[in-house]
């Protein structure tokens, strides 16, 4: 089992900058959990992708929709997984979790899917005003 938790969240001005982070504890971070994802879920919209990264670290993966904006990165040493968020707008409040994957994939569609991923962490809000 791997545990999830995530912190960083709040309320910033539309043009901000937030740095969520994501603790992991449990099975060994580095050698069990390939792919760590963030997700996000606003008020009556679904849980939808938002960027993910492979246990190297050097393969990352971006929403469309903050491509340019958001940086995820990882560190295995310190069992964490970081989603620094430039630029914000108010289309970026929701409830942000952080999610791992025990099996590897490259494939996109696998890595942006929800439902690909085995642990969850209870989530923190980030609410942009404008």
């Known amino acids: 089992q791997v545990q999830l938790v995530e912190s960083g969240g709040g309320l910033v001005q539309a043009g901000g900058s937030l740095r969520l982070s994501c603790a992991a504890s449990?099975?060994?971070?580095?050698?069990?959990?390939?792919?760590m994802g963030w997700f996000r879920q606003a008020p009556g919209k679904e849980r939808e992708f938002v960027a993910a990264i492979n246990r190297s670290g050097n393969s990352p993966y971006y929403a469309t929709s903050v491509k340019g904006r958001f940086t995820i990165s990882r560190d295995n040493a310190k069992n964490t997984v970081d989603l620094q968020m430039n630029s914000l707008n108010t289309e970026d409040t929701a409830v942000y979790y952080c999610?791992?994957?025990?099996?590897?994939?490259?494939?996109?569609?696998?890595?942006?899917?929800?439902?690909?991923?085995?642990?969850w962490g209870q989530g923190t809000q980030v609410t942009v005003s404008s």
């Open positions: 449990g099975r060994t971070f580095s050698m069990y959990v390939n792919v």
């Open positions: 999610a791992a994957r025990d099996i590897t994939t490259s494939r996109p569609s696998v890595i942006m899917d929800r439902y690909a991923y085995d642990y």
